[in-house]
Nanobody
């Protein structure tokens, strides 16, 4: 059973870079046709898909966040990471990682981690 666990700082200062890691167990991030996503939910708002990294390392980002977002992976540690640059208080949210196949790229989710952007 694939399980995901987000980790990273809970507080980030404005203008800094937010970095989160999603550690995967029970499956490999290089398994063919599996996909690994980052999603966030600001307080009082809906879910926002941020980007995805595929089994082959290719990445795709939300157009609204593309200029500030980078997703990468470390296959030796079986984890993938999110970097969001130049954060503002509007980036305060619960951040989730998710995984899935072609039919449902977000079939399983981590528990989420709260990130607050504040000075």
């Amino acid at each position: 059973q694939v399980q995901l666990q987000e980790s990273g700082p809970g507080l980030v200062k404005p203008s800094q870079t937010l970095s989160l890691t999603c550690t995967v167990s029970g499956g490999s991030i290089t398994t063919n046709y599996w996909y690994w996503s980052w999603i966030r939910q600001p307080p009082g708002k809906g879910l926002e898909w941020m980007g995805i990294i595929a089994y082959d390392g290719s990445t795709y980002y939300s157009p609204s966040l593309k200029s500030r977002t980078s997703i990468s992976r470390d296959t030796s540690k079986n984890h993938f990471t999110l970097q969001l640059n130049s954060v503002t208080p509007e980036d305060t949210a619960v951040y989730y990682c998710a995984w899935g196949g072609v039919a449902d790229p977000m079939q399983g989710w981590g528990q989420g981690t709260q990130v607050t952007v504040s000075s």
